[in-house]
């Protein structure tokens, strides 16, 4: 299995640009979320989905948009880029529902906005 | 909502000494507390969790210790390696399939 992987790894956007973070994962987890990795501040949750066809907003939701059509793939679209969305975003997926089981992470896209 | 803070920010120690890493959260719900593990350029690994209804838990040199009364848990490291050197995350979630994060300490082995 490949795991959790995530493309790009490294991406340089400028303000106002859009693009989508793809995420996919082969375990056939039900629950999937992104994360925004920045200095100092941990991990803080974007968005998440605990099966095809449902999302759900986390604890930093805005300017992002998800979607969740497979179980497999779970897309993170920037809709317009700023420079306050420069960060490490991480995908992850867990086998059950959410928060009470081990969290595979993909490896991550470096993100800068200019 | 649930608030996660962790102490220290930094923690260096000298190898084969014990290192402790402690959080406090602020939601009696949550009921889910698991620990990972970054290195540099890599993404979290989960070292060890508990839950709720268990106040220990061990694994080799790591252990966590959870105080439901007093609304937080520590993590332990024994005997600490060159390898161990790496910043270290809890985090606390419940039913709602949210986990809050720390905000993580950089732990350094000494030589």
């Known amino acids: 299995n490949a795991g959790v992987t995530q493309t790009p790894k490294f991406q340089v956007l400028k303000t106002g640009q859009s693009m989508t973070l793809q995420c996919a994962q082969d375990m056939n987890h039900e629950y999937m979320s992104w994360y925004r990795q920045d200095p100092g501040m941990g991990l803080r949750l974007i968005h998440y989905s605990v099966g095809a066809g449902i999302t759900d907003q986390g604890e930093v939701p805005n300017g992002y948009n998800v979607s969740r059509s497979t179980t497999e793939d779970f897309p993170l679209r920037l809709l317009s880029a700023a420079p306050s969305q420069t960060s490490v975003y991480f995908c992850a997926s867990s086998p059950n529902l959410g928060s009470g089981s081990e969290a595979f992470f993909g490896q991550g896209t470096r993100l800068t906005v200019v | 909502g649930e608030n996660v803070e962790q102490h220290p920010s930094t923690l260096s120690v000298q190898e084969g000494d014990s290192a402790v890493i402690k959080c406090t959260y602020s939601?009696?719900?949550?009921?889910?507390f698991p620990w990972y593990k970054q290195e540099l350029g890599k993404r979290p690994q989960l070292i060890i969790d508990?839950?709720?209804n268990v106040g220990e838990k061990k694994d080799q040199r790591i252990a966590v210790t959870l105080n439901k009364t007093a609304k937080h848990f520590s993590l332990h490291i024994t005997e600490t390696q060159p390898e161990d050197s790496a910043v270290y995350f809890c985090?606390?979630?419940?039913?709602?399939?949210?986990?809050?994060w720390g905000a993580g300490t950089k732990l350094i082995i000494k030589p």
């Open positions: 985090a606390a979630g419940d039913s709602n399939y949210q986990l809050i």
């Open positions: 939601d009696s719900a949550s009921n889910y």
């Open positions: 508990i839950r709720s």
